[in-house]
């Protein structure tokens, strides 16, 4: 996990730069083919306050393609987006700096991960 390599919200592609980003911790996707588990562990340098994780299965070029955040209206259309707030799994308020989950469902496809978190300098004890 980097800290600090976004920044590209304003390009056309928004883009990471991760030549900019600190190492704040590790995040470990494991898949076996019916349950996915996502686990992450953050530096003590920083304190985790929200996880946004986007995974779906599916193949590349699916309509809608898994490779990009997508949901589905009331209507049926569906909207891709950039917002972690519209991905599959969202946890705020976080006071951990571990966090853990496992979803299942998955059918033995290709999955696509997309992990965001947001983190703050860690305050002093």
Known sequence: MLAGAGGGQNEDPPQCHPESG?????????????????SMNISSDFDLTQVHVWVAEGNAGDDPDPRIPHYQKNNGDIVYTLSPGKYTVVDEGLTENTWNTTLDGFGGRDIYVIVHAVVCPALPQ
């Open 22 to 38: 600190i190492s704040a911790g590790t995040t470990t996707v494991t898949y076996n083919g019916s349950l996915v588990s996502i």
